[in-house]
């Protein structure tokens, strides 16, 4: 089962004038959620996308956060469950089929979590013209998604694939890579490999086009290679249009050697539809979240993998 790894309070239109404060010393509400927009979540530990990994995996991810039942009032859903219990369960309608409108730009709306410690935020863009995409990918240090690591950006194409109205192939076939810190910069400049870009030429901030090295084998993607997806989309309750793709597999692999999900990971939000209470575009962190630990947990990782999580560590030192 998961454990509790976080509770995050979110507030993310707080001036910082302490007079705003939303929460006594008690730590109940001061004033309704609906009028300061706070809100309290609770971080679980992720589950492995293996079912038959899941007894004995120690989580090093976290799962979706749930929202404190005191903060349900503006969400059906969250409302429904909060009332229920184990012998009146919540009675959720299904939404309706919608079919993929993707063309346009769709963001994550908070800092995501993948396995291993990794952090990141994706944008993804579909093309209105033919069956092309991108996506940019940011790595961060830490799960307030505040001191980044280094930046993929990849584009390519994809077609539905049978038989699910939900799966589709995507090919990637162009990668450039960005540094985006000093430690990260060294990494790459001490790889003795050939398949990442120029060797010793990577600089802080300074992109580099890795496809004619078959992408960068330092961090473990490659290109070209087509990643099996599933993807499906709908209407929150405010109207606004999200999207969602497959879920990470926990057991780290390189790019193209995993199977078709058969979960759904984090959703994107589209570009087109922010809320009219939103002034900022400040992500939602994950505050105070912190990776668990095992003792089995190296003899799972890629040596690619690896070097990440050590500079993982280097970089959260003083």
């Not at 349900?72 to 969250?78: F, H, L, W």
């Not at 799960?143 to 939900?166: I, K, M």
């Not at 084998?217 to 109207?239: F, N, Q």
């Amino acid at each position: 089962s998961s454990n509790p790894s976080s509770i995050n309070q979110q507030r993310p239109h707080d001036s910082g004038n302490p007079s705003t404060s939303m929460h006594h010393n008690d730590g109940y509400p001061s004033t309704s959620p609906s009028m300061t927009g706070g809100s309290k979540k609770l971080f679980l530990g992720d589950l492995h996308t293996n079912i038959n990994k899941q007894e004995h995996y120690r989580p090093t991810g976290y799962q979706q956060p749930l929202l404190n039942a005191r903060y349900a009032s503006e969400c059906g859903v969250c409302r429904e469950v909060g009332r229920s219990n184990e012998h009146s369960p919540a009675h959720l309608h299904a939404d309706p089929a919608l079919p993929l409108l993707l063309t346009g730009s769709w963001a994550s709306h908070r800092c995501e979590t993948r396995p291993y410690g990794m952090f990141l935020t994706r944008n993804v863009f579909f093309s209105p013209m033919g069956q092309n995409w991108s996506m940019t990918l940011h790595y961060y240090h830490d799960p307030e998604c505040s001191r980044p690591s280094f930046t993929l950006q990849a584009t390519g194409t994809y077609v539905h694939a049978t038989p699910t109205p939900y799966a589709y192939d995507f090919t990637v076939s162009h990668l450039v890579m960005t540094p985006e810190d000093t430690d990260m910069t060294n990494a790459l400049n001490s790889y003795k490999g050939k398949e990442c870009g120029w060797p010793g030429r990577w600089a802080p901030k300074k992109a580099q086009d890795v496809t004619f090295t078959g992408g960068c084998k330092a961090i473990g993607v490659r290109v070209p290679v087509v990643e099996k997806e599933i993807i499906r989309m709908g209407v929150d309750e405010s109207g606004g249009m999200w999207l969602t793709l497959g879920q990470t597999p926990t057991t780290p692999r390189q790019m193209g050697d995993s199977p078709r999900p058969t979960s759904w990971g984090p959703t994107l939000i589209s570009c087109r539809h922010y809320s009219t209470s939103d002034q900022d575009n400040f992500l939602q962190p994950m505050v105070g979240a912190r990776t668990a630990s095992s003792s089995n947990l190296l003899t799972c990782i890629k040596p690619v993998t690896l070097m990440l999580l050590v500079l993982l560590a280097l970089a959260g030192e003083p």
